[in-house]
């Protein structure tokens, strides 16, 4: 049973940073492409930033590029997502996500599994 559980959510004052957590189980991420998606209040759900399944490449929505940055660890199957310099337009429950082929895509209805999310809460 594939399982994603995110964790690292929470309050945080604007310009804040922040870094979630999505282990696995179930799957081994460096055979998954894996996702990072946000949903925020009355919003359709958003691409933020994927790694490939070899981890050598990623890719950003305009709004992460140069705040957020996507890695992972291999040892513990798990993907982090660090979330530098926050603003109140971040605000959105964070999911992650793993794609079996291993190409990422920006696409949310490409990845084949899907944690619950963690909220993600940035005051002004």
């Known amino acids: 049973q594939v399982q994603l559980v995110e964790s690292g959510g929470g309050l945080v004052q604007a310009g804040g940073s922040l870094r979630l957590s999505c282990a696995a189980s179930g799957v081994t991420f460096n055979t998954y492409a894996t996702g990072w998606f946000r949903q925020g209040p009355g919003q359709e759900r958003e691409f933020v930033t994927a790694?490939?399944?070899?981890?050598?490449?990623?890719i950003y929505s305009d709004s992460a590029k140069g705040r957020f940055t996507i890695s992972r660890d291999d040892a513990k199957n798990t993907v982090y997502l660090q979330m530098n310099n926050l603003n109140p337009e971040d605000t959105a429950v964070y999911s992650c996500?793993?794609?079996?082929?291993?190409?990422?895509?920006?696409?949310?209805?490409?990845?084949?599994?899907w944690g619950q999310g963690t909220q993600v809460t940035v005051s002004s």
């Open positions: 996500a793993a794609k079996r082929t291993g190409i990422i895509t920006t696409i949310a209805k490409g990845y084949d599994y």
């Open positions: 790694i490939n399944w070899s981890g050598d490449h990623t």
